[in-house]
């Protein structure tokens, strides 16, 4: 009987490590990186117009931006992409419950999502008192074309016309 006990826990324990080592799996697939906000906010504070690429230490091709009360769920439909910046444990708390649904769960939050190709490839996250992208409009692509940004009185970036 407890040779039974023992192969049943071994059969057990062995079957939770698989889909623990599947999770983890697919949790690498979607982890990206959320630096680069610092080169973003010294932009923005020397005042003067610049150009996204300049500020920029990664590659990308386009860039969407999220203001307040924007969804996961919403942002990830938008860019056809789901991504977490936070650790596994994160994750699963955040990504995988309902706590995660809106990240952006103020009127002062902003995130700037950079895309390479399909791919997302930084996720930074902005408290608008540092930098306020509120008059770029959210959820459209912006491509590195567009993405010459002016700073107009502190901290709000505009697209020219």
């Not at 959320?34 to 990308?60: H, K, L």
């Not at 769960?105 to 490839?121: G, R, T, Y």
């Not at 491509?143 to 002016?150: K, L």
């Amino acid at each position: 009987m407890k040779k039974l006990y023992k192969q049943c826990g071994f059969i057990a324990g062995t079957v939770l490590l698989i889909f623990l080592a599947i999770d983890i799996y697919k949790y690498s697939q979607i982890f990206i990186w959320d630096s680069g906000a610092a080169y973003i906010r010294d932009a923005t504070e020397q005042g003067d117009p610049f150009e996204m690429n300049d500020v920029t230490d990664f590659a990308w091709d386009r860039f969407y931006v999220f203001g307040p009360y924007m969804s996961r769920e919403q942002m990830e439909e938008t860019v056809g992409q789901k991504w977490t910046t936070h650790s596994y444990p994160g994750y699963l708390l955040y990504q995988r419950s309902y706590l995660g649904a809106y990240p952006h769960d103020s009127e002062c939050c902003n995130s700037v999502v950079f895309m390479n190709k399909d791919d997302v490839v930084r996720d930074i996250f902005f408290n608008r008192s540092d930098v306020d992208f509120s008059n770029l409009p959210f959820g459209r692509a912006i491509t590195r074309e567009e993405a010459y940004i002016v700073v107009v009185e502190e901290h709000l970036l505009i697209l020219p016309d």
